[in-house]
Nanobody, 115 residues
């Protein structure tokens, strides 16, 4: 089992930045993929970015250049740096860990961007 706890969300003005963190605990294997997803009100959950334990990253096209995913394997923590935030980035941001074909989700952290 893996437990994920997100933090760093909050209220920010348009054009501002936030850095989200996701701390993983429990049985963490050396090979896994961590990711950030988000769900806006009335919309489906969507992929933001993923990062493998080796550091390979992927991004959904709409986040390239504005968001950056990184991880600290020693701390079992993944980060999402969000820059140039827009009101449409308002959503609950979720962390996910995939290892050995099992998916684990955090409880989410709210990000609200005011215009």
């Amino acid at each position: 089992q893996v437990q994920l706890v997100e933090s760093g969300g909050g209220l920010v003005q348009a054009g501002g930045s936030l850095r989200l963190s996701c701390a993983a605990s429990g049985t963490i294997f050396s090979v896994n993929v961590m990711g950030w997803y988000r769900q806006a009100p009335g919309k489906q959950r969507e992929l933001v970015a993923t990062i493998t334990s080796g550091g390979t990253t992927t991004y959904a096209d709409s986040f390239l250049g504005r968001f950056g995913i990184s991880r600290d394997n020693a701390k079992n923590t993944v980060y999402l740096q969000m820059n140039s935030l827009k009101p449409e980035d308002t959503a609950v941001y979720y962390c996910k860990c995939r290892q050995r074909s099992a998916d684990y989700w955090g409880q989410g952290t709210q990000v609200t961007v005011s215009s």
